[in-house]
C-alpha cells in the first residue's frame, strides 16, 4: 500500500489518540500535502520540529496498529466485501467469467464461505 494512503487511513483509525497539536501537524502533512517549511512557519517552529512530530505520530499510529489490527481487519474485510460484490454482479463491479445459473450453488457456497471469514475477523 502506498505509504501516504496507509499514513491516512491510520490516522483515520487512531488518529484521535494524538494530542490536539500532533493531530493538526499531521492532518497538515497528510491530508492537506502542506511542505514541513509551511507548517513550520505557521505553527512557529523549526522544520525539524514538524518533521519529529510527523515522526512520532506515525511511529505512535503504527504501534497501534500491530497491536489492535484494526487496519489489517478493515482492509480485509473490505476485500472479502470486495469479492462478494464481484460474485453477485453487484452493478459496478465486474462479475467473475463463467459465474452463472449453472454455477449458483457454486456461488452460494463462496459467498457463505466469505461471510464467514468477514464474522470470524469481527
Known amino acids: 500500500m502506498e505509504q501516504k494512503v496507509e499514513q491516512a487511513y491510520l490516522y483515520d483509525f487512531y488518529g484521535e489518540l494524538l494530542n490536539a497539536h500532533q493531530q493538526k501537524i499531521y492532518e497538515d502533512v497528510i ?20 518533521h519529529d512530530v510527523v515522526r512520532r505520530c506515525t511511529k505512535t499510529l503504527e504501534g497501534y496498529e500491530e497491536k489492535l489490527h484494526l487496519l489489517q481487519k478493515f482492509l480485509s474485510i473490505k476485500e472479502c466485501v470486495a469479492q462478494i460484490h464481484a460474485l453477485t454482479g453487484v452493478p459496478g463491479d465486474s462479475q467473475p467469467e463463467g459465474v452463472g445459473p449453472v454455477q449458483y450453488p457454486q456461488v452460494l457456497q463462496q459467498i457463505a464461505e466469505l461471510s464467514s471469514a468477514i464474522l470470524d475477523q469481527l
Open 31 to 50: 491530508f492537506h500535502d502542506l511542505s514541513l517549511g509551511e507548517i513550520a512557519q505557521e505553527e512557529g517552529i523549526s522544520r525539524q520540529a514538524v
